[in-house]
């Protein structure tokens, strides 16, 4: 099993900044790649970034490229969500997930383990 705690949600005017954490903890050795998802009010679920637990490539949804970042680090087992230029359709619950098979999935059912998910909102 593997845990899931995502942190550092709120409230934030469009063209801010905000940093989503994920502190991953259980069976970590098990964890391929690590993923943030997002569902907005009244949308399904969806993706927006991935990382490779033991590399450093990633994939963007074309909706947050060049204002997201993702990022991790192994030794305190975190993964971090710098979010740039933020947009009020950026507003949604953002999910921290886990994947333990291999490939680099952008699907939902793709990953194993889902954190309780921390709401962003960006004001207009």
């Known amino acids: 099993q593997v845990q899931l705690v995502e942190s550092g949600g709120g409230l934030v005017q469009a063209g801010g900044s905000l940093r989503l954490s994920c502190t991953v903890s259980g069976r970590t050795f098990s964890t391929y790649v690590m993923g943030w998802f997002r569902r907005a009010p009244g949308k399904e679920r969806e993706f927006v970034t991935n990382i490779m637990w033991s590399g450093a490539i990633t994939t963007y949804a074309d909706s947050v490229k060049g204002r997201f970042t993702i990022s991790k680090d192994n030794v305190k087992k975190m993964v971090y969500l710098q979010m740039n230029s933020l947009k009020p359709e950026d507003t949604a619950v953002y999910y921290c997930?886990?994947?333990?098979?291999?490939?680099?999935?952008?699907?939902?059912?793709?990953?194993?383990?889902w954190g309780q998910g921390t709401q962003v909102t960006v004001s207009s």
């Open positions: 997930a886990a994947r333990s098979a291999l490939g680099r999935s952008t699907a939902e059912d793709g990953y194993d383990y």
